[in-house]
């Protein structure tokens, strides 16, 4: 199973492109804390991007999961760099033996440390593209597209991230 963070729901909607997590074959999850924070708050605020989620929801591309009192929550909690959503996504991951799908570096180090395998926003593009469900050009386009309104990739990454890409068209 893949459970998200925000910051790849609202990229990947923000560029309308969230629907690729349809080329998934397992179930893909949103914490309760997730969906208050990325959908509740955001059609508040009228961000376009929220109504792309809730429409995927829908959909049923997605499920909304509550999460569970668990040690390594109150454990995780302990972490002053990671906010309770971030915990959420950690502790919904370990608890459904799943996948966090999270870009910052705080949420992915605490992974590491107990035991939680993460991938990034960028990995699923590259996955589709590998994939052929989209074409390299439209991964770069979707990657460029997502730096222009404000995903944070850092310019070795994006070195890495094209260079793989260009290896797929071969």
Known sequence: MWVFDATPLIYLATVD??????????????????YDEVVTAGIEAGYADARRIEQCLDDGLFDVVSVDETPLATRLRQNPQLSAADVAVLVCAADVDGIAVMDEASGRNAAEIEGVETRGTAFLVLRCAKHGEITVADARETIDSMIEAGWYCAPDLYTKLVRKLESFDG
């Open 17 to 34: 492109r969230l629907r690729l997590v349809s080329t998934l074959e397992e179930e893909c999850l949103i914490p309760r804390q997730i």
